[in-house]
């Protein structure tokens, strides 16, 4: 008993490392996904990423010290959570060409409150007068940070809050069904649905061969590839290993560290997203944009903590 104690603080600091690091890598992909929105295709990224991921996590399962076999336990839930984080990347991926970064991160860290509701609705836990607290702050944090009105309202910036809905059914998933997958094996079968994802749109828009006036000003979700170069492949790269942090880093901090702890750190997300957004695109948020992302992180915070009471 002693010694386990003595051990962990240790793994609770590199969960927290992980997770930092994590969320650093995911932001920097998805900067870099906004800044290639222009000349890359979602399809294009979904495909070309996976399939440069796939092939490293069947190395690793095969020959890691878990020798786990591809096939998931549970393939139904698998299929199931990986459509849903597939749904939950094609939604917000599609948002960021045509809003700033740090709103897409704001709105999209609204998925600790829809985790404590989805907790409450299909798992029975109880929310409590924090965890309603905490669900009312993140909804005025919301409208300020989108600030919608009717005359100029874009809905693009909802995909967001569309994704942090997907995930948080998909979080619900993993801990009621997918607890004894291999972090792995649930990793591996994500990519595959993305690269079946994009093989399978791809075609079908070539098959389609939409007019160049439907595509314009769409080119992210309905263009052609672009040719790939000694750049382009290198950008390939750097999503590669942003999607392999965030799925495999992720996984690897919740399960050794609290989570009520991680999930606080989790937050640095929106940081680090503002952070890219002013140093690559120069987005400064707003006045009241910046009160909507502090109350969206402090509700999100009350609301793990909420559980862990």
């Known amino acids: 008993m002693n010694s386990n104690a003595r051990h962990t603080p240790d793994r609770t600091r590199s969960a927290i490392i992980t997770i930092i690091f994590t969320v650093f890598a995911l932001t920097l992909g998805d900067a870099i996904i906004k800044g290639v929105s222009a000349s890359f295709t979602l399809w294009q990224i979904f495909f070309l990423r996976s399939a440069v991921v796939v092939p490293i996590l069947i190395v690793a399962l095969k020959f890691s010290r878990w020798h786990a076999p591809i ?28 809003i700033d970064l740090s709103v897409a991160a704001a709105a999209y860290y609204t998925l600790p409150l829809f985790i404590t509701l989805f907790a409450a609705l299909f798992l029975g836990d109880t929310i409590g007068r924090i965890g309603w607290l905490a669900i009312v702050l993140g909804f005025i944090g919301v409208l300020l940070v989108l600030q919608p009105r009717i005359e100029d309202f874009n809905g693009y910036a909802l995909l967001p809050v569309l994704s942090a809905i997907l995930y948080a059914l998909a979080m619900i998933l993993t801990r009621s069904r997918c607890q004894s997958e291999n972090v792995l094996v649930l990793s591996l079968w994500m990519n595959l649905t993305m690269l079946l994802t994009g093989a399978v749109i791809t075609l079908g828009l070539m098959l389609a061969q939409l007019s160049p006036q439907v595509i314009e000003g769409q ?31 992720a996984a690897y901090a919740y399960q050794n560290g609290a989570p009520s702890t991680i999930a606080t750190f989790d937050f640095a997300y929106v940081a680090f997203a503002v952070f890219w957004g002013i140093v690559i695109f120069q987005e400064i948020p707003s006045v009241v944009g910046a009160v909507g992302m502090f109350l969206i992180v402090f509700a999100g915070m009350l609301a793990v903590r909420s559980k862990k009471a």
Do not use: C, D, N, Q
């Open 219 to 249: 080119e992210f979700l309905v263009g052609p590839w672009s040719a790939m170069g000694a750049k382009e492949w290198a950008v390939i790269g750097i999503l590669s290993v942003a999607i392999m942090v965030g799925s495999i880093g």
């Open 71 to 98: 096939w998931p336990k549970h393939i139904g839930w698998t299929v199931l959570r990986s459509s849903m984080l597939t749904l939950m990347w094609i939604a917000y991926y599609a948002s960021l060409p045509h």
